[in-house]
């Protein structure tokens, strides 16, 4: 198991971005949230086996048709203490 968290930028708020996250990482198992930043930018949490988490960081890079990725940052984390993977409100 691996937790690792994502913050991506470009054109990624207002495209769906959130919510293909949610989508891609049902489809892989893993547990975690995403929610959107104050400055534009998207963070993601994701959980797992690291196979698919790796396969989540990815798909983060292509993204929604109308969003545009211009970078991904990953750092370790923590497990989140709940299964499944939802979207986060934003605390700001």
Known sequence: MTTKKFVVSGRVQGVGFRYFVVREAEALSLAGWVRNLPDGRVEVLA???????DVLEGRL??????????GVEMSPAEAPAHAEFRVRSTEW
């Not at 959980?47 to 988490?53: F, L, Q």
Request: aromatic share 6%.
């Open 61 to 70: 890079w292509q993204g929604p048709p109308h969003a545009r990725v211009a």
């Open 47 to 53: 959980s797992g086996d690291d196979g698919p988490v």
